[in-house]
């Protein structure tokens, strides 16, 4: 059992920059496959990144690339998203996800746990 809390969300300007933080609890995190999605208003749930167990491999979606990076901290129990450039349309709670299997998976129903999400808000 993975519990997971996401925090550095927040409201920014339009080319702007956030760091969100994703802390697990448990002491296999470092056997997780990672990833962020994210929900805008009336709409689903989407992917953004994900990150392998040992950090190797990074996937993301066509929108962020570029832009956002993802990392992780295993000694930390912490996954990472680094957001740059940051458009309105980046507006979303943001939500970090893991599954124990291997990946890479780009679908919300590949992962086992979540955790609350943490609004990010880009105004123009």
């Known amino acids: 059992q993975v519990q997971l809390v996401e925090s550095g969300g927040g409201l920014v300007q339009a080319g702007g920059s956030l760091r969100l933080s994703c802390a697990a609890s448990g002491r296999t995190f470092s056997m997780y496959f990672m990833g962020w999605f994210r929900q805008a208003s009336g709409k689903e749930r989407e992917f953004v990144a994900a990150i392998s167990w040992s950090g190797a491999g990074t996937y993301y979606a066509d929108s962020v690339k570029g832009r956002f990076t993802i990392s992780r901290e295993n000694a930390k129990n912490t996954v990472y998203l680094q957001m740059n450039s940051l458009k309105p349309e980046d507006t979303a709670v943001y939500y970090c996800?893991?599954?124990?299997?291997?990946?890479?998976?780009?679908?919300?129903?590949?992962?086992?746990?979540w955790g609350q999400g943490t609004q990010v808000t880009v105004s123009s």
């Open positions: 996800a893991a599954s124990p299997r291997g990946g890479p998976y780009y679908y919300a129903r590949d992962y086992e746990y």
